[in-house]
Every structure is written in structure tokens, then in C-alpha cells.
């Protein structure tokens, strides 16, 4: 099993030293990737940063770590300027990023920065989103006409390091989002599911990509948003869901930012070295 340190993009997390610092110590206490929360304005806080380029600037402070979004709300952007912004963090990290992929849900920021629309509309701009991205990442030129996205000779240079492209891990628990996980993901990244929801719905995409013909089976990830005091509470939660599928346990780091490089630390000599060989 792998873990991933999870980083709210919000205040009090927005200081670049803290970023850093984090990401540094994530990566020399053996995480397997730092993923950033992808919002712009939140309930508690409208003071965030850009994940994207966030996630730049850690590429440029860490050598080995991965890099990504938890997740990206594909249809809060146009969908081909996410394509080059996740190609350019891929090619400033030499091969690092993971796109998280997701529907959005919270209205507020839509409605400030792009524009809000009922589930089913952003669930089919992400799926029509996602097939341009895919497209521009790796065709060398894109005609596109969609219902909600277009492009006219569209050339996306240079092409992410990663071939084909960068790892996609799909969120979401509607039977829409399964679908997709099963098509288009390496992970599948819930939140908020009992283990037993989550061994259910990681075997439902398991037999939806079975009947696509994809050999490769879909992994597990998971977002663990309960903020736990102690370091050693963990356990219970990694052991119940590892048994339920989960590779990659994702732990939001809730801690202040006066612990929260002494907690990585601790969480990789207590947690990380429990589950390498």
C-alpha cells in the first residue's frame, strides 16, 4: 500500500514556505504523491490558491514525490487550457502529475469564476471534456466540436512526458463517474464511503472495465477527510480500508502549520514503514 498527503490549497496552507516544506518532507517520508485540493473559493474561506500552479511551484522544490489534484472539477475550466496547464506541470516535474478528475459540486465557485449547471450537464462536460484532453494530449493536431467544448486545429506542444498521458484518477460515486473510472482511469479516488461502500463500488468498476475489455484493473485510492488528533489512529482506518482495495490512502493533512512537517515525519516512520516490505 502507498499514501498520499492531501493538501488543502486554502488558508492557512497558502504560504509558499509551508508548501515547500510540506511537499519536501512528504516526499523524504516516503508518500507516494502530494495531491492539492483543486477550489477556488471553499465554505470556510475564499482564500486559496491556484492548484495547478501550486502544484508547479512544489515541482520545483521536490525531485521524486508525484504531483496532482484531488480533484480537478474538469468542468470549471475550458477543458483544452487544463490540458496545457497539466501538460506543463508534467513536463516541469519530468513526468510527476496525476489528474485528478471530477464533476465539481460546489456552486459558489462556479457561479464566481465559470458556470454553474445541474449534475447530469457537468457530469456530461466532463466526459466531453475529457475526450478533447485526451486528444490534445495525444494527437498532434485537434478538430473538435462537442455540444458544450470546441477546437479548430488545435496543437498541443510539446506533449506531456508521460505516454500517453498523465495517470487519471476519477472521483465521484454516481453510476455516470463509474463509467468513466472504468474507461478512462488508473484509480478510482472516493471520499466519504464506509469501507464497505468502497469495496462495492471499486468491484462495480472493477466488472465495468472487465466488460469494456481493458485488461489492466482499475486501482484503488481513497480521501480520508477526518481530522485525527493522533498519529497512531490511523491504523484502523489504512487496515480496514487496504482490506476493502484501496492502494493508495490519501490523508488530508488537517494538522497546523506548526506540526504539520513533524506529523509527516512521524506518519511516515509509524504508517508508511508498517506497509513496505
Not at 462536460?125 to 478533447?132: A, H, R, S, V
Not at 494527437?139 to 498523465?166: I, M, R, T
Not at 466488472?207 to 489512529?233: V, W, Y
Request: glycine share 8%; with cysteine; aromatic share 12%.
Amino acid at each position: 500500500m502507498d499514501f498520499v498527503l492531501i493538501y488543502p490549497n486554502r488558508r492557512p496552507f497558502c504560504d509558499p514556505d509551508i508548501a515547500a516544506s510540506v511537499a519536501q518532507a512528504a516526499e523524504e517520508a516516503g508518500f507516494y504523491a502530494v495531491l492539492s485540493w483543486d477550489h477556488y473559493i471553499l465554505p470556510q474561506t475564499p482564500e486559496t490558491l491556484d492548484a495547478w500552479t501550486l502544484l508547479a511551484y512544489m515541482a520545483g522544490k521536490t525531485s521524486s514525490i508525484r504531483l496532482g489534484s484531488c480533484v480537478t472539477p474538469i468542468p470549471f475550466r475550458p477543458p483544452a487550457i487544463l490540458a496545457k496547464q497539466v501538460t506543463t506541470v508534467d513536463i516541469l516535474s519530468r513526468g510527476r502529475v496525476i489528474l485528478g478528475v471530477g464533476a465539481g459540486w460546489n456552486q459558489q465557485e462556479f457561479e464566481g469564476y465559470s458556470q454553474w449547471d445541474e449534475a447530469p450537464v457537468r457530469v456530461s462536460k466532463t466526459q466531453e471534456g475529457m475526450d478533447l484532453i485526451r486528444r490534445l494530449w495525444t494527437e498532434e493536431s485537434v478538430d473538435f466540436q462537442g455540444k458544450y467544448y470546441s477546437a479548430k486545429g488545435a496543437v498541443l506542444a510539446p506533449k506531456p512526458v508521460q505516454k500517453p498521458h498523465p495517470p487519471l484518477w476519477v472521483g465521484g460515486r454516481g453510476e455516470r463517474m463509474a463509467r468513466m473510472a472504468a474507461r478512462l482511469g488508473e484509480a478510482w479516488i472516493p471520499t466519504l464511503v464506509t469501507p464497505e461502500e468502497y469495496r462495492q463500488g471499486l468491484q462495480h468498476r472493477q466488472e465495468l472495465r472487465q466488460a469494456l475489455g481493458i485488461e489492466t484493473p482499475l486501482r484503488g485510492a481513497f480521501q480520508h477527510m477526518r481530522a485525527l488528533k493522533e498519529i497512531s489512529e490511523y491504523h484502523t482506518f489504512v487496515e480496514d480500508y487496504r482490506k476493502a482495495g484501496c492502494e493508495f490512502y490519501g490523508i488530508v493533512w488537517f494538522y497546523p502549520p506548526d506540526e504539520i512537517v513533524a506529523k509527516t515525519r512521524q506518519f511516515g516512520r509509524e504508517v508508511i514503514t508498517r506497509y513496505r516490505g
